[in-house]
T-cell receptor, first 113, second 113 residues
Framework: DQQVKQNSPSLSVQEGRISILNCDYTNSMFDYFLWYKKYPAEGPTFLISISSIKDKNEDGRFTVFLNKSAKHLSLHIVPSQPGDSAVYFCAPDGGTSYGKLTFGQGTILTVHP | DADVTQTPRNRITKTGKRIMLECSQTKGHDRMYWYRQDPGLGLRLIYYSFDVKDINKGEISDGYSVSRQAQAKFSLSLESAIPNQTALYFC????????????FGEGSRLTVL
């Protein structure tokens, strides 16, 4: 029973264009949502987060949108850069699993020059 | 130096052997975690510890055990390794308050033949 799904295993975009990564969840108790980025041979690193009391959080080129009614969040990267090529994981937190994140399967983003 | 250090970084072993993966941290965090990454499955939680005297099973604890030797040290053991435990293992830490960011080590790649 996967509580968190990233249905696109991979995404390929051109440099300068927008990248949109999606994440769906089933647990309505999740109230904090994080995105992590992972390069090969490195551990994941925190990218951006959003609380359930907000529907948007922006940090430079990265914006996360949350639609609680649809149990859906998305990460927008604009403009995309080749250095953004990595695996992106969404990781909700909250409810009975508070403090231990549940990770999606990840989306491999490739940004072509 | 890395804040979260995992040893060994790479290990090849044979079925039935006992393996220990070690994690140490200098971040001063109370919470420590062991995750496993498999292609297409994201990161799955094996065990977590919210303080030195606290040990909890995660999503996939069967076949694994852990020891929290000190605030800074959290080790993962495979008592009798099997081939489907071949994976990339990550240790992570977080602060003890609220839903928060995890800080990951660089990973330990384990191959069980």
């Amino acid at each position: 029973d996967q509580q968190v799904k990233q249905n696109s295993p991979s995404l390929s975009v051109q440099e300068g264009r927008i990248s949109i990564l999606n994440c769906d969840y089933t647990n309505s108790m999740f109230d904090y949502f994080l995105w992590y980025k992972k390069y090969p041979a490195e551990g994941p690193t925190f990218l951006i987060s959003i609380s359930s009391i907000k529907d948007k959080n922006e940090d430079g080129r990265f914006t996360v949108f949350l639609n609680k009614s649809a149990k859906h969040l998305s990460l927008h990267i604009v403009p995309s850069q080749p250095g953004d090529s990595a695996v992106y994981f969404c990781a909700p937190d909250g409810g009975t699993s508070y403090g231990k994140l549940t990770f999606g399967q990840g989306t491999i983003l490739t940004v072509h020059p | 130096d890395a804040d979260v250090t995992q040893t060994p970084r790479n290990r090849i072993t044979k079925t039935g052997k006992r393996i220990m993966l070690e994690c140490s941290q200098t971040k001063g965090h109370d919470r420590m975690y062991w995750y496993r990454q498999d292609p297409g499955l994201g990161l799955r939680l094996i065990y977590y510890s919210f303080d030195v005297k606290d040990i909890n099973k995660g999503e996939i604890s069967d076949g694994y055990s852990v020891s929290r030797q000190a605030q800074a040290k959290f080790s993962l053991s495979l008592e009798s390794a099997i081939p489907n435990q071949t994976a990339l293992y990550f240790c992570a830490t977080s602060e003890s308050t609220g839903a928060g960011e995890l800080f990951f080590g660089e990973g330990s790649r384990l191959t069980v033949l």
